[in-house]
Structures are given as C-alpha cells and as structure tokens.
C-alpha cells in the first residue's frame, strides 16, 4: 500500500514534489474509493488518484521517478564500482545541476509502515534512510551520509537493525543501495521493504503503447482455462464485442524470426513454444463463432488485452500500479471500466491502488472523490509544480469539469498563433 511519495531535483522537477494517497476527511465515495489501512497510526488510503495537466508539464516525469526507484533498488547491488547512476537533476537552475536528486517513498508491507528514501547524484549515493514503524512511534533502523570533508560515509544502525552491520557496510559502494545490497547478502529484516518495490510496485511509463510482454503475459495466463475464463470476462465486461477466445500453441520456426536476429538467439528460439491469441466473434445469422486474428483487431481491444493479465494480477494480489497515459487509444468508457475495477471492495478485495496521467476530463465527475484529482503544471521558474484539487476546497457537488476547462484549478495548455 502507497501512502505518500515525494521527489525532488529530478528532470523537470526542482523543489520537492509531493503526491499523497492519504484520504480527507468527509463520506463522499467513502466506502469505494477509500479503504481501511488496518495499521495503526495509519489514516485511510484512497484507491487511486490521476494527474492532470498540459504536455510538458512534468506528469510522465514523476512517473519516470517512481519508475527510476523501482529500477534502481531492484539493481543497484549489481552496478560495478564506477558506473554512473542514471539519475538526471532539474537543469534549468545552476545550483541544481550538481546537487543530488531525493526520492522518498512511505508504505506498508506485511503490517508494517515504512518510510524510505535516498538523494543520490551520477556519481554516488548522498544520503539513504529507513523508518519503520511497528507502532506509531518511528525506529530508525539505518542511515548513511557522504562527508565531502572526510571523503567517506558516516553510518547509522539503530539498536532495532539486525544483521552484520560492519560487513554491510563495507560491502556497499558508493554507487548502490545500502537497501539493495544487504538484501543480495541475505538480511531477511530488510527483504519485506525491497520485495514491496519489487513485488508492489508497478510502474509503466510513456511508450505510446502498452509494453509487449504485457500481452505475451495475458497470453501465457490464458493457457490456464481458470485464468483464461478471467480474462474473457475482463474483455466482454469492458463491452469489445468479443464472445470468446482461440488460444493455440505451436513451436518457433526459422520463418517466424527476424532476419536481423543474432544466430544464437535466432537457435536459442528455434523449438521454443508460442501461443497464438485469437479472438471469436459471433455471426449474426448462424450464431457460428468466427475467429479474428490479433491484426484484425483495433488498438483498443490490442491493450484492453495486453492490460488484462496485469490488471487482473494487480487486483488479486493488492499491488500498487502507475501508469502514464492511461487512456493510449482507449475510450473514455474503457478507461472509466479500469479504474471502476479499482473503485469497491468486491471488484478489490486486496485493496490495490492506481496511479495515472490522463487527459481525459470526463473521468472528474462520478467516479473520483475530490482528494483523489490532481494537477501538474510548470511554474514561473519552469519547474514542476504538483497541487491537489483540494487546495481549492471545492465544494460537493462542484462541476469539476467545467471549472477545470475553465482555468479554475489552472493545469492547462496556453497555446499561442503567431500572427502572419
């Protein structure tokens, strides 16, 4: 479960940059779209929140950050001494180009509440953090600090870390995580908090499209008729047109691989199996199934499909999914569909969450609560700027939509013609 996340100094973004899922106060959509964390000392979450905003706001840029952690505590461990971080800083302002870009997440893993971070430049790791929390009292369980002076870290293990502190820490470079590199040696304490980064979180940056092997994993899940049962009721609730679906195997050819492959993969594939996805549609006079190849469907029903698997496996398993620019080549009612899935504890007994950029304003009324909306905008020094809906205090019932197209909240394009 995400409670709250926050950059700093990361590409567009300069000052701190804040997006919290912690729920106001106030019934509306309360029991759908809010839930329980069952932590103590911990509020009640919200189900999703989407961002809007012009292009070239920064929306794609916090993705890119939540993205960037996940990467990065998953490998940093294995990163060889002297290899740059691929971390890029605000550089619209001198002062910030060679200071360390922040990154701080705060969540809950297995009961427990955590609050992690770390500020790290190309060349190395500036500072990294843990909190926990096993009551509403904080115990810092480790935290390291570049001296410039000393040209060395300065370490802290609270009384409440267990494991062999002196060989971690000199087991870690500069250039990685103290988090991700005492996880590789086998500290069992610190494997809840890397495992929710790696198991949780789902991140999906900007392509245009939905990543590939999101469809090839929607296929593999079919192969099971329990999962493929799912994954037909996913598609023909979301109102494709689809009355059924063609699975079959067959084994990799030669003729099925580019020309350009290497040799060794090209023999590597040779044999391997794959599955060819087919959709089955109804005739309208013989109620005879036909079948449809993937080509000969639309990009909607192409991502509807690649999404079913994760979408299905983030529900069922309560993980925490970002995705820039929900709506690629979706209608607003397919969109509506995926976050309503999210909306009502039925539809997510396991209470998963969603994060989103969209431009789609239709979805501002009937389906989010007003701390649910968020804006992105540039400010007057070009940087970033994330704000709430609420910070408006917007009144139930407000038309959110209109006030928005308006520039009520602000968070809109302002293009100029010149004139001839």
Known sequence: MLIEFSVANYRSICDTQSLSLVAAQGRERKTENSFDSGVSSTPRLLRSAVMYGPNAAGKSNLVRALHFIRKFVQGSASTQRGEEIDVTPFKLAAENQSAPSEFEILFIEDGMRYQYGFSTTAERIDEEWLFAYPSSRAQRWFARRFDEKKNDYEWYFGPSFKGQKKLLEEATRSNALFLSTAVQLNNEQLRPVFDWFE????????????????????????????????????????????????????????????????????????????????????????????????????????????????????????????????????????????????????????????????????????????????????????????????DFSPRKGEAIERGYLRGRYGALPHPHRKSA
């Open 199 to 390: 198991k949780r979180l789902v991140v999906v940056p900007s392509r245009g499209e939905f990543p590939i092997e999101y469809e090839h994993y929607t296929a593999q899940r079919c192969r099971d008729e329990q999962d493929r049962r799912a994954v037909l009721r996913f598609l023909q609730e979301a109102d494709l047109g689809i009355d059924g679906l063609n699975i079959k195997t067959s084994k990799i050819t030669n003729d099925d691989l580019p020309s350009e492959l290497p040799d060794q993969l090209r023999r590597d594939l040779i044999g391997k199996e794959k599955i060819n996805i087919g959709f089955l549609h109804e005739q309208n006079e013989s109620g005879e199934m036909i079948p449809f190849g993937m080509p000969e469907e639309s990009d909607g029903t192409h991502n509807m499909f690649a999404l079913a698997g994760p979408w299905l496996d983030v529900l069922e398993k309560g993980m925490v999914m970002v995705m820039d620019e929900l709506d690629t080549s979706l209608h607003p009612k397919l969109v509506r569909y995926l976050v309503e899935l999210m909306h009502g504890a039925e539809s997510n007994p396991n209470n998963a969450q969603l994060i989103f950029t969209t431009h789609d304003v239709t979805l501002q009324e009937g389906v989010f609560r007003r701390d649910q909306i968020w804006f992105v905008e540039k400010d007057k020094n070009r940087s970033t700027h994330l704000y709430p809906l609420t």
